[in-house]
């Protein structure tokens, strides 16, 4: 009898949140998400998904339970470590968080800036990512001049640049029409089939449709 083993990358074992004010976004919360495995998070507004991926990434951290990225207990992590995680992690904010006074290309640099890199090789990496999500012709325009699809790939190009193992990405279709939708889910399945772990947070059932990709839903903080 063969007997197959899969690396947890991401891990929540019983773990709760809760805000000041007594505000409870995740109640006892567990599951497991394999290496190179893609996940869909879904739930209602305010059920808990944007709080959950931001303990993945240490922007917050829990009350209770543990959360455990390619092993690492994120709730014991020192501030001086954050940055070693976070090099391993991309992430795709709901918001953007685009530079509008930095153009395409700078924007996609400044993660590597922060890392270190050397001036060549960022460069090599930021027209690799750009070319990626279909950007480079546009690399010395300023965001504020892209559609909605293309800020959205353009915050893409800004995450995949570290080439990291574990990409999290918050509603990325959810100001998006139909089209670019499935443009963004065509990047990220890309991603998937080179090995990247993804866990998406959505609620556009154009996406989830038919998608074959396992679901995690959140409904008040709990997980179904």
Not at 115 to 138: I, P, T, W
Request: hydrophobic share 40%.
């Amino acid at each position: 009898m063969w007997l197959i083993y899969f690396f947890k990358m991401i891990t929540f074992n019983q773990v709760h949140k809760r805000y000041p004010g007594g505000y409870e976004a995740l109640k006892n919360v567990s599951f497991d998400i394999a290496e190179g495995e893609m996940v869909f998070l879904t739930g209602h507004s305010g059920a808990g998904k944007s709080t959950l991926l931001k303990l993945i990434a240490a922007i917050e951290r829990p009350n209770s339970g543990s959360v455990l990225v390619n092993n690492q207990n994120i709730g014991a992590l020192k501030g001086g470590a954050l940055p070693y995680l976070r090099r391993n992690l991309g992430i795709i904010f709901q918001d953007h968080k685009l530079l509008f006074d930095r153009n395409v290309f700078d924007n996609v640099l400044l993660p590597l800036q922060i890392c270190g890199f050397e001036h060549r090789e960022s460069g090599k990496r930021v027209r690799a990512a750009l070319d990626k999500v279909g950007l480079l012709k546009r690399e010395k325009s300023n965001p504020i001049a892209l559609s909605g699809g293309e800020q959205q790939r353009l915050c893409i190009a800004r995450a995949i640049v570290n080439r990291p193992s574990i990409l999290l990405a918050d509603e990325p279709t959810g100001n998006l029409d139909a089209a670019y939708a499935r443009e963004i889910m065509a990047i990220f399945n890309s991603f998937h089939q080179v090995g990247a772990t993804l866990l998406i947070s959505t609620h556009d059932e154009s996406v989830l449709q038919d998608s074959g990709v396992r679901r995690l839903v959140l409904k008040e903080g709990v997980l179904q």
